[in-house]
């Protein structure tokens, strides 16, 4: 049986990205199921603390390449030393983030590989596939799963021919959770050697100048998130959520219809197109629970939903839930956490 490979973004401050570590901790448990090893592919110059970011979620084998032209990320260098390593090592199953890098590396790989992709899954899983047609029973295959035909279905998708293999899917930042699989946990770095794979037109484009703009509004590391979705009703109404987010502390977000409604900035989209959350708290405004967007906040610790549709699919999932207009139960909510909060 061969590995799991899991590509490692390197971030602006030269650490592995959090997407990247979130995978690790996903590829550990599949490779646990196959009873094989996880391994990393670290591609930059000079990566902070990498074994200790990597080694304790699992990994057994850190392949780094190390190279100045390597950081910021560039397409062809990327991609070739990828690309040769996968040849070489022929792994089973190779995840990336769907990051901007992972959504430009990974598809160049699928297809010089000439194997299948998964992009934006919500979930990896191992099991077996029945061929009716031949007849033939396949086992150990990874589950891509992800929702389909606009969130209407939720589809598994499997490549079952090893000729067409590693099974390839890109996972977005926040849908695994990070876990450490044992503090103590050793493994090997093993060089790349970048000459051998990367030639200089690789390196035909020059990356002159970077302008990068910190992030403003992070709502994916939030504790309490109010969010709101179409049913809000108006830019205006979000107002409120605003309100009731400012006195308990907590992260505006919304669904994809409040955005694509100009109700709230996109920055702020919670679900399978925006962001991913687990907060302590998800107080869910006027929204009715579409499969893509329960999928970026349902493993929340504790979920409130506020809806006038007893009804509403989100219902299903919330701990506590309040039919009603939002328009008189958050004035009542921010009245009653201003009267009672220190």
Not at 78 to 99: D, M, R, W, Y
Not at 172 to 193: Q, S
Not at 296 to 303: D, F, L, N
Request: aromatic letters at 6%; charged letters at 25%.
């Amino acid at each position: 049986m061969k590995n799991v490979f899991v590509y490692c973004e390197v971030n602006e401050d030269q650490k592995i990205a959090d997407v990247s570590l979130e995978l690790c901790s996903k590829g550990r448990k599949l490779a646990n199921q196959l009873g094989v090893n996880l391994e990393a592919v670290v591609i930059g110059n000079e990566v902070k603390d990498l074994e200790k970011q990597l080694f304790p979620l699992g990994v057994d084998v850190i392949h780094q390449a190390k190279d100045a032209r390597l950081f910021p990320y560039s397409t062809l260098s990327h991609t070739s030393i990828v690309v040769n390593l996968f040849k070489q090592e022929e792994p089973q199953i190779a995840l990336f983030g769907a990051s901007s890098v992972g959504r430009d590396l990974a598809p160049r790989v699928a297809s010089t590989l000439r194997c299948g992709l998964t992009a934006d899954c919500t979930s990896l899983e191992i099991g077996p596939h029945e061929d009716k047609k031949s007849g033939k029973t396949y086992e150990n295959l990874l589950y891509q799963i992800r929702p389909a035909f606009g969130g209407n279905i939720i589809a598994t998708i499997i490549c079952p021919n090893p000729d067409e293999w590693p099974q390839m899917a890109t996972v977005r930042e926040g849908v695994m959770k990070m876990e450490i699989f044992d503090a103590n946990h050793k493994g090997v770095v093993k060089p790349i050697d970048v000459k051998k794979w990367v030639s200089d037109t690789d390196f035909v484009c020059e990356i002159i100048d970077r302008q990068i703009e910190a992030q403003k509004i992070n709502i994916k590391n939030a504790g309490i998130i109010v969010s709101g979705g179409y049913g809000v009703g108006s830019k205006e109404n979000f107002e409120k959520l605003f309100e009731l987010a400012a006195v308990i502390g907590g992260e505006v977000g919304g669904s994809r219809a409040a955005v694509d409604g100009g109700f709230v900035e996109y920055k702020r989209q919670v679900g399978q197109t925006g962001v991913t959350v687990r907060p302590k708290l998800y107080i869910a405004c006027g929204i009715s629970g579409a499969v893509q967007h329960r999928a970026g906040m349902e493993e929340s610790a504790k979920i409130i939903s506020i809806n006038t549709d007893p009804n509403a699919p989100i219902n299903a999932i919330a701990d506590y839930v309040i039919t009603g207009d939002l328009n008189e139960v958050l004035p009542k909510m921010i009245k009653y956490y201003k009267a009672n909060s220190k």
